[in-house]
């Protein structure tokens, strides 16, 4: 009896099946919700808040607690979890805090905390989150949702600079005036690096330009290219008629002396005691054939032996010969390979299609900007309007705060519509720096002076403004690079606004290929005085396309690295997530402070202070030039 009991248990615990080995516990893909959560089993969902009645993106600690059980591959598990919908981000900041959740599968209950920070005072209640499982018994997927959680969120209360992080100073005059005038509404493109592809063509065009005009030149112009053809075609013949004219007995001397010289008339050769190696060297970069090479180099070292060695004078008797065959020889090959251009006619007519298609391709039409409207305009006022309201206010700095507010919010719309110039960031500072809104004027300040540096009430007002900033004990430096040297240098600079780095560019270019020009003339006439000005000219295009090389960088600096600023105190951590610890050379980061991007993962972004300390810190505390 005792053995059949043990049997029967036995094979009722080998044919029960476990959970995790149970065909029907695996989600069907047929029919899975967009929002399943990969949860297998039967679970349910609450949710608790440590507060019910905050302010205007106060934290708020929420809790997500499943209770349930089921297999163990299909627990509950953070990142595979899709309980929120998209009315929770459009409502509240959400920061997930992984560090704090709990599991605890023996009780069938894991908790997942969250930080959540309502945007405005609309928000009236914490939507319940919703959990979509699949249940094995019923072979279908479930939805359990938490309920609601009611919410009072208040206006956030004015606090005093000191209460921000700020210092109180008193503001200087300058910021109650405000830029005028049309030129606060015009529209400058914020500069850009030009792409690689651009600059590597800046390097290799002048070149190129210079050998395709040079080609041009010779087939527009073959009367020209006839003319100086024959003119160096003289030289063989006085240097023949020379050579006729010489009276025994011969000097090697004066042998060598005929044909160098015709070489240098008839081919810019400057060497006035060549050897016969280097003529025969001079002769191959002409393309000139191996026979006739030989054939000089033969005779010049006749000459040579004749010269510094033993004489021979029954040899000299046919040298004048040999040195006219020389000369004859060299005359003929470069004769069959010179082409004569077309007929003058067609050449007259192909260099007025040249010039028509070069003024048709020269004639860019420039953008038009579209009209401004008066709807630009009627902001403008609005924002002019406010700043006068409050700089009349008096004493009463509360209200005051509130009217430079109103007015910064003008300035920020025109911004937001496209309207960039450095008044108008001027103004924007302004308005923002006697708001007490220090990280923001700062911001506006730094677009002012990218698109003018250096200009002088810009550099002013943005001093004054880190004046302001409160730095941590440990902190050395407070920006996020050092000021442009060459703005500070040359205070007047800032009035190429627009045009600096094209008269750069203009300049580099221009200087270059000339000295591209100069080279190629060189190559072809073999003048002593071109190297000397192509050399010029290249020291100074180098010199001017350094400068222009160091914008390029700033603009790419600017591009890859934007500017930021520290908008509320926040603490500077080690890794992006609220479980890394703070630095210690910087833990803290109080507002105004600047800082390069250096990266983003998610809602975190990695930045650089001017001292080089990198750290993370979250998005949402920051403002991006962007």
């Not at 180099?297 to 040899?315: K, V």
Request: glycine share 6%; with cysteine; net charge positive.
């Amino acid at each position: 009896m005792i053995l059949c009991l043990l049997t029967t248990v036995l094979a009722c615990g080998l044919t029960s099946p476990l959970p995790a080995q149970n065909p029907g516990d695996e989600p069907p893909t047929a029919g899975m919700p967009v929002d399943f959560s990969h949860i297998v089993g039967r679970y349910n969902i609450t949710v608790t808040a440590d507060r019910t009645e905050v302010f205007v993106e106060d934290p708020i600690i929420f809790k997500v607690r499943i209770l349930g059980r089921g297999p163990k591959q299909y627990y509950p598990v953070r990142k595979l979890l899709r309980i929120f919908g998209d009315d929770l981000a459009e409502q509240f900041y959400v920061e997930p805090m992984p560090e704090q959740d709990r599991a605890m599968p023996r009780d069938g209950a894991w908790e997942f905390v969250y930080r959540l920070k309502p945007k405005t005072t609309d928000v009236r209640f914490i939507p319940g989150p919703k959990l979509v499982y699949y249940l094995p018994e019923r072979r279908k997927y479930q939805t359990a949702f938490a309920e609601d959680i009611a919410l009072t969120v208040k206006p956030r209360p004015e606090k005093k600079p000191e209460e921000l992080g700020l210092k109180t100073v008193q503001a200087p005059e300058q910021l109650y005036r405000l830029a005028t005038g049309d030129a606060v509404l015009s529209r400058e493109n914020v500069p850009s690096s030009w792409p690689a592809a651009v600059l590597v063509g800046m390097l290799l065009g002048p070149p190129l330009l210079s050998i395709i005009g040079f080609l041009l030149w010779r087939r527009l112009f073959p009367d020209a290219a006839r003319i100086l053809h024959e003119r160096r075609g003289q030289s063989a013949r006085r240097a023949a008629h020379d050579l006729a004219r010489m009276a025994r007995p011969y000097s090697p001397d004066r042998f060598v002396a005929i044909l160098t010289g015709y070489l240098g008339e008839r081919f810019d050769f400057a060497a006035e005691e060549p050897t016969p190696a280097e003529v025969v060297q001079f002769l191959k970069r002409h393309g000139v054939a191996v026979p006739v090479r030989q054939s000089w180099a033969d005779f010049l070292s006749a000459c040579d032996a004749a010269r510094f060695g033993p004489a021979a004078p029954e040899a000299h008797d046919a040298w004048p010969d040999q040195a006219v065959k020389l000369i004859n020889a060299l005359e003929a090959e470069l004769s069959s390979r010179h082409h004569h251009g077309a007929s003058p006619k067609r050449a007259h007519l192909r260099w007025t299609r040249n010039v028509a298609v070069s003024l048709v391709t020269l004639s860019i039409v420039l953008p038009v900007y579209a009209s401004f409207g008066s709807n630009d305009s009627d902001v403008l006022r609005l924002a002019e309007s406010a700043f006068q309201q409050g700089a009349q206010t008096g004493n009463d700095s509360a209200q005051a705060r509130k009217f430079f507010a109103a007015s910064a919010r003008q300035f920020a719309q025109l911004h937001a519509r496209g309207i960039a110039n450095p008044d108008l960031y001027l103004n924007w500072g302004n308005a923002e720096l006697l708001a007490e809104r220090v990280p923001q004027a700062i911001l506006a300040y730094r677009r002012g002076l990218r698109l003018a540096p250096g200009r002088p009430d810009l550099v002013e007002n943005l001093s004054f403004a880190r004046e302001r900033v409160a730095h941590p004990p440990t902190a050395s430096v407070h920006r996020a690079d050092q000021d442009d040297w060459l703005a500070t240098l040359v205070p007047w600079l800032w009035w190429l606004t627009g045009y600096y780095r094209l008269l750069l560019s203009l300049v580099t270019l221009v200087l270059y290929t000339l000295a591209c020009c100069a080279a190629i003339s060189w190559f072809w006439r073999r003048s002593s005085l071109l190297p000397g000005r192509a050399a010029l000219l290249l020291i100074v295009a180098s010199v001017s396309g350094y400068f222009w090389y160091r914008e390029e960088m700033h603009l790419q600096r600017d591009r890859d690295q934007p500017l930021m600023v520290i908008s509320q105190e926040t603490s500077c951590r080690l890794g992006n997530g609220q479980s890394y610890p703070p630095l210690a050379t910087l833990p803290t980061l109080n507002p105004g402070m600047e800082a390069r991007r250096l990266a983003q993962r998610g809602d975190w972004l990695q930045i650089q202070m001017a001292g080089g300390v990198i750290g993370w810190v979250p998005r949402e505390v920051v403002l991006v030039d962007e």
